[in-house]
């Protein structure tokens, strides 16, 4: 299992004007439409734990001698 997340400085995607590049608005992707660092940072803090907790389980279990998904 993965997680990709398209983050920028700003959310949203732009495209390039007709004036070019110095029309871009700085930390505002050209490619991919994105998610904010704002929100990226909870959503990371968000991911960390629930990755935290998975991991305590699954020592929980091998602890008490029970198979776990991963084992099989």
Do not use: F, H, W
Not at 35 to 44: A, G, R, Y
Request: glycine content about 12%; overall charge positive.
């Amino acid at each position: 299992m993965g997680v990709m997340i398209e983050s920028n400085i700003n959310e949203g995607k732009q495209s390039v004007p007709p004036e070019g590049p110095s029309g871009l608005q700085y930390g505002v992707s050209v490619t991919d439409g994105c998610i904010s660092l704002e929100q990226t940072l909870p959503l990371l803090d968000g991911l960390r734990q629930g990755v935290q907790k998975r991991r305590e389980a699954v020592k929980a279990k091998r602890l008490a001698g029970q198979k776990v998904n991963s084992d099989v």
